[in-house]
Nanobody, 114 residues
Framework: QVQLVESGGGLVQPGGSLRLSCAASGSIFRINVMGWYRQAPGKERELVARFISGGGTNYADSVKGRFTISRGNTENTVILQMNSLKPEDTAVYYC????????WGQGTQVTVSS
């Protein structure tokens, strides 16, 4: 059973930066498909950025050039560096991992507001 623990959300002004971290435990294998989704009030959950099989990445068009996903120093850790944040980035951000089934973190709130 994989468990995901997220950290790093908070309140930031427009144009600011935040760094989210997600650590997966409970797997003895490298989790190849791992990344971040977000859900704003009244909207569906959407992909933000993720690693896919083969080491590639997917980004939502709305975050390209502003957000960067990377692997952490610890196995099965992913980092989401978010720069030039906008009010429309406000959402609950969820870490996701796929290993035979989907796993979700508890979510961390990101609020971009002046």
């Amino acid at each position: 059973q994989v468990q995901l623990v997220e950290s790093g959300g908070g309140l930031v002004q427009p144009g600011g930066s935040l760094r989210l971290s997600c650590a997966a435990s409970g797997s003895i294998f490298r989790i190849n498909v791992m990344g971040w989704y977000r859900q704003a009030p009244g909207k569906e959950r959407e992909l933000v950025a993720r690693f896919i099989s083969g080491g590639g990445t997917n980004y939502a068009d709305s975050v390209k050039g502003r957000f960067t996903i990377s692997r952490g120093n610890t196995e099965n850790t992913v980092i989401l560096q978010m720069n030039s944040l906008k009010p429309e980035d406000t959402a609950v951000y969820y870490c996701n991992a796929f290993q035979f089934q989907n796993y979700w973190g508890q979510g961390t709130q990101v609020t971009v507001s002046s």
